[in-house]
């Protein structure tokens, strides 16, 4: 069996406006240690991570404990968030249409799109292993909800301020098998 444990990165400083380089907070730098904690209990054979500071540095302790490198993927990126990113009711407007994107923006759909092609990949290339990949809140949901489509905007509600984040999803081959909330801590946006 092939278990995948998605990390979504701890508190990031939102005064940071670059997406990409958006740094971790002190506490969401602190909360690391509680990340790599809970990671070592498992047997983790290779990391993956989208390239944004933020879901990179979020396992980087879990992986320099361990002596192994981070393998970056454009395709894990978080959502590109255009104008109107942060308008009420927009969570909810791209949960109940896929394909709606803000103004300069990316739909649900490309991101999961994309995400899934790089699991698939991963998937291929690391058949029953344990793999850790940094991720983000909305492509870690595009991702649970391809595989149960139940999971959409009150999933995704629901975890919102969980930073970090740990779930673990199961496959045989590439076929999902099922998934266990492992670990998260309460932080606010700040």
């Given at each position: 069996?092939?278990?995948?444990?998605?990390?979504?990165?701890?508190?990031?400083?939102?005064?940071?406006?670059?997406?990409r380089?958006?740094?971790?907070?002190?506490?969401?730098?602190?909360d690391?240690?509680?990340?790599?904690?809970?990671?070592?209990?498992?047997?983790?054979?290779?990391?993956?991570?989208?390239?944004?500071?933020?879901?990179?540095?979020?396992?980087?302790?879990?992986?320099?404990?361990?002596?192994?490198?981070?393998?970056?993927?454009?395709?894990?990126?978080?959502?590109?968030?255009?104008?109107?990113?942060?308008?009420e009711?927009?969570?909810?407007?791209?949960?109940?249409?896929?394909?709606?994107?803000?103004?300069?923006?990316?739909?649900?759909?490309?991101?999961?799109?994309?995400?899934?092609?790089?699991?698939q990949?991963?998937?291929?290339?690391?058949?029953?292993?344990?793999?850790?990949?940094?991720?983000?809140?909305?492509?870690?949901s595009?991702i649970?909800?391809?595989?149960?489509?139940?999971f959409g905007?009150?999933?995704?509600?629901?975890?919102?301020?969980?930073?970090?984040?740990?779930?673990?999803?199961?496959?045989?081959?590439?076929?999902?098998?099922?998934?266990?909330?492992?670990?998260?801590?309460?932080?606010?946006?700040?």
């Amino acid at each position: 069996m092939t278990k995948i444990y998605f990390v979504r990165h701890a508190q990031p400083d939102e005064s940071c406006a670059d997406d990409r380089t958006r740094p971790l907070t002190p506490l969401g730098l602190s909360d690391r240690a509680a990340v790599a904690d809970v990671l070592s209990r498992f047997p983790i054979d290779c990391f993956y991570s989208s390239p944004y500071k933020r879901s990179y540095d979020t396992i980087a302790l879990c992986a320099k404990r361990l002596g192994m490198i981070i393998h970056t993927d454009e395709r894990f990126l978080e959502r590109i968030g255009g104008a109107d990113a942060h308008v009420e009711g927009i969570f909810q407007k791209r949960w109940d249409d896929f394909n709606f994107c803000e103004p300069d923006g990316e739909s649900i759909e490309s991101v999961q799109s994309r995400n899934i092609e790089a699991l698939q990949e991963v998937l291929d290339k690391h058949m029953d292993k344990n793999i850790v990949i940094g991720t983000h809140g909305t492509a870690l949901s595009s991702i649970l909800n391809y595989y149960d489509k139940t999971f959409g905007a009150n999933g995704f509600i629901r975890l919102y301020n969980w930073m970090p984040f740990i779930i673990r999803l199961d496959f045989v081959g590439k076929k999902y098998m099922g998934r266990e909330e492992i670990f998260h801590l309460v932080r606010q946006y700040v």
